[in-house]
T-cell receptor
Framework: DTAVSQTPKYLVTQMGNDKSIKCEQN?????MYWYKQDSKKFLKIMFS???????INETVPNRFSPKSPDKAHLNLHINSLELGDSAVYFC???????????????FGEGSRLTVL | DAKTTQPTSMDCAEGRAANLPCNHS???????VYWYRQIHSQGPQYIIH???NNETNEMASLIITEDRKSSTLILPHATLRDTAVYYC???????????FGTGTKLQVIP
């Protein structure tokens, strides 16, 4: 059973297109995240949702729009794709740290986006 | 989030202990030290975390200095499969932003 699953794993598209990446977690966590890892391997947070509410919104172009229909899903839609959007996008989830939870992040396997 | 500093890369002989240091001199009292690793291009994987006491699990040991300004992740018997980038981060473990630095690229050598 995959804890955090993302689709698609690979995405190749032309500049100017619109694409979406879907993420689902079956861990019962209440917080989900999108991270971007570029060619230099820096892992940068983009967004975070807690119980469907946006709580972290880093300096990301408004072409990127996250949507959380419920706390188990967090999708990322990207409009008017640019060459610089090429990267691996990781979805993650976590539960608040307490005696029962470590507060760790669980990551998906990533979605590699290539913009031509 | 407090900033962490790690060496860019390290080598370790297979079967030997790998000791990965991390400096976090501006850590706050409520922040935990978390370690993750990323094997090739897979999603980062949690290893261990601690507040001020040393911690051990099936993967590794975490040694935190008494002043909490630095820590060391220890892989007791490194294998080739431990070759990865290791990230040290500090975070309260809540909903705050988790920032990853550049990490340490550990190469385990046969």
């Amino acid at each position: 059973d995959t804890a955090v699953s993302q689709t698609p794993k690979y995405l190749v598209t032309q500049m100017g297109n619109d694409k979406s990446i879907k993420c689902e977690q079956n861990l019962g966590h209440d917080t989900m995240y999108w991270y971007k890892q570029d060619s230099k391997k820096f892992l940068k947070i983009m967004f975070s949702y807690n119980n469907k509410e946006l709580i972290i919104n880093e300096t990301v172009p408004n072409r990127f729009s996250p949507k959380s229909p419920d706390k188990a899903h967090l999708n990322l839609h990207i409009n008017s794709l640019e060459l610089g959007d090429s990267a691996v996008y990781f979805c993650a989830s976590s539960q608040y740290r307490d005696r029962a939870n470590t507060g760790e992040l669980f990551f998906g396997e990533g979605s590699r986006l290539t913009v031509l | 989030d407090a900033k962490t500093t790690q060496p860019t890369s390290m080598d370790c002989a297979e079967g030997r202990a790998a000791n990965l240091p991390c400096n976090h001199s501006t850590i706050s009292g409520n922040e935990y030290v978390y370690w993750y690793r990323q094997i090739h291009s897979q999603g980062p994987q949690y290893i261990i975390h601690g507040l001020k006491n040393n911690e051990t699990n099936e993967m590794a040991s975490l040694i935190i200095t008494e002043d909490r300004k630095s820590s060391t992740l220890i892989l007791p018997h490194a294998t080739l499969r431990d070759t990865a980038v290791y990230y040290c981060i500090v975070n309260p473990g809540g909903y705050q932003k988790v920032t990853f630095g550049t990490g340490t690229k550990l190469q385990v050598i046969p």
